[in-house]
């Protein structure tokens, strides 16, 4: 089995704040890793550092057979990042952004110009091609942006939040072209808020929390680890959910709505069991519904953020002004 990235024991620390905490990550050739973790867990800086956009305190990686510290040059030619807004020049058309990229990376004039062509192709593109990208959509974008990656087919693609701000469609696209690169045996690492979109693309799963990697596998793998089904509880007022939340494994709890998931076996006495308990807590459950564990199920039950609400985006639950401050204000320099 060969990796196109392996990285161990990395750290960074900034401020005197750690961020990364002796990080280990590998990722397979020809597969896709999902980089996953509440605000300020340290997705970026990982990212920043294995692009050689910063160095790390502690630690090193090999990108694609090139030592990070010794051979970062060799980094950067077998590496191209993707963020999270489409890179291109909007007064130029689809494929004169492709020609002028290419041109910078040293092909001849007619070198970059058969390029374009075949990558206006291969991103189903070939009919905008003259078209300024101003007038693109958003995902005609993301993919032109995806293209002028792919002009010197590097065998590692950092992909930043590719389809944030895409519609369903266009996020769909996106996936396709992504799928379309690592059939054709790119590797990729992404790191995503969407944990759908994960779920539909990663080989693997590695889950970021305060700088340390807490939980990594396939999605499915990560999703037994939960059990075969989630028990969804709702409680008639605030009280008694209160009360049933104290006594309760919680995968996730929402005070709005007075729900407590609870990851189960999906066995009719697991579930008449837990129900007895909370009758006899003074807690009964006023509805009671199952549903098979998710991506969604996982992050918050190994981030410890089941409790503080729903959302991937609310960041550190125990410290939100620490890790993720200092990583956002590192960033924007």
Same mark, same amino acid.
């Given at each position: 089995?060969?990796?196109?990235?392996?990285?161990?024991?990395?750290?960074?620390?900034?401020?005197?704040?750690?961020?990364?905490?002796?990080?280990?990550?590998?990722?397979?050739?020809?597969?896709?890793?999902?980089?996953?973790?509440?605000?300020?867990?340290?997705?970026?800086?990982?990212?920043?550092?294995?692009?050689?956009?910063?160095?790390?305190?502690?630690?090193?990686?090999?990108?694609?057979?090139?030592?990070?510290?010794?051979?970062?040059?060799?980094?950067?030619?077998?590496?191209?990042?993707?963020?999270?807004?489409?890179?291109?020049?909007?007064?130029?058309?689809?494929?004169?952004? /492709?020609?002028?990229?290419?041109?910078? =990376?040293?092909?001849?004039?007619? &070198? @970059?110009?058969? #390029? %374009?062509?075949?990558? !206006?192709?291969?991103?189903?593109?070939?009919?905008?091609?003259?078209?300024?990208?101003?007038?693109?959509?958003?995902?005609?974008?993301?993919?032109?942006?995806?293209?002028?990656?792919?002009?010197?087919?590097?065998?590692?693609?950092?992909?930043?939040?590719?389809?944030?701000?895409?519609?369903?469609?266009?996020?769909?696209?996106?996936?396709?072209?992504?799928?379309?690169?690592?059939?054709?045996?790119?590797?990729?690492?992404?790191?995503?808020?969407?944990?759908?979109?994960?779920?539909?693309?990663?080989?693997?799963?590695?889950?970021?929390?305060?700088?340390?990697?807490?939980?990594?596998?396939?999605?499915?793998?990560?999703?037994?680890? /939960?059990?075969?089904?989630?028990?969804? =509880?709702?409680?008639?007022?605030? &009280? @008694?959910?209160? #009360? %049933?939340?104290?006594? !309760?494994?919680?995968?996730?709890?929402?005070?709005?709505?007075?729900?407590?998931?609870?990851?189960?076996?999906?066995?009719?006495?697991?579930?008449?069991?837990?129900?007895?308990?909370?009758?006899?807590?003074?807690?009964?459950?006023?509805?009671?519904?199952?549903?098979?564990?998710?991506?969604?199920?996982?992050?918050?039950?190994?981030?410890?953020?089941?409790?503080?609400?729903?959302?991937?985006?609310?960041?550190?639950?125990?410290?939100?002004?620490?890790?993720?401050?200092?990583?956002?204000?590192?960033?924007?320099?």
């Amino acid at each position: 089995m060969s990796y196109t990235v392996e990285a161990e024991g990395i750290c960074k620390s900034f401020s005197g704040h750690p961020v990364l905490d002796h990080v280990d990550l590998a990722v397979e050739t020809g597969s896709v890793l999902a980089l996953l973790g509440p605000n300020g867990a340290g997705k970026t800086t990982m990212v920043r550092i294995l692009a050689t956009l910063m160095r790390p305190d502690a630690g090193n990686a090999t990108i694609a057979g090139h030592d990070l510290r010794i051979d970062p040059a060799g980094v950067k030619r077998s590496i191209s990042l993707t963020g999270q807004f489409a890179a291109v020049d909007e007064k130029l058309t689809g494929r004169e952004n /492709l020609e002028m990229m290419g041109q910078l =990376l040293r092909l001849s004039r007619m &070198a @970059a110009r058969a #390029r %374009a062509s075949e990558l !206006l192709a291969e991103f189903d593109l070939a009919d905008a091609a003259g078209r300024r990208a101003a007038k693109y959509s958003g995902g005609m974008r993301r993919r032109l942006d995806l293209a002028i990656s792919m002009i010197a087919r590097p065998p590692l693609v950092f992909l930043d939040e590719p389809t944030t701000g895409l519609d369903p469609r266009s996020r769909e696209q996106t996936w396709s072209t992504v799928r379309r690169l690592v059939d054709e045996g790119v590797t990729v690492l992404l790191t995503t808020q969407h944990l759908e979109e994960a779920d539909q693309l990663a080989d693997t799963v590695a889950v970021l929390d305060h700088g340390r990697v807490v939980a990594r596998g396939t999605p499915d793998e990560l999703k037994a680890r /939960l059990g075969a089904e989630v028990v969804r =509880l709702q409680f008639a007022d605030l &009280a @008694a959910y209160e #009360r %049933a939340l104290r006594g !309760l494994d919680a995968v996730r709890a929402d005070g709005r709505l007075r729900t407590i998931d609870v990851a189960t076996e999906g066995t009719a006495g697991e579930i008449f069991q837990i129900l007895g308990r909370l009758q006899e807590a003074g807690a009964p459950a006023h509805k009671v519904s199952t549903y098979r564990p998710s991506l969604d199920d996982v992050f918050l039950s190994v981030t410890g953020a089941a409790q503080a609400g729903s959302a991937v985006d609310r960041g550190t639950a125990s410290d939100p002004g620490s890790a993720a401050q200092h990583e956002a204000k590192e960033m924007a320099r």
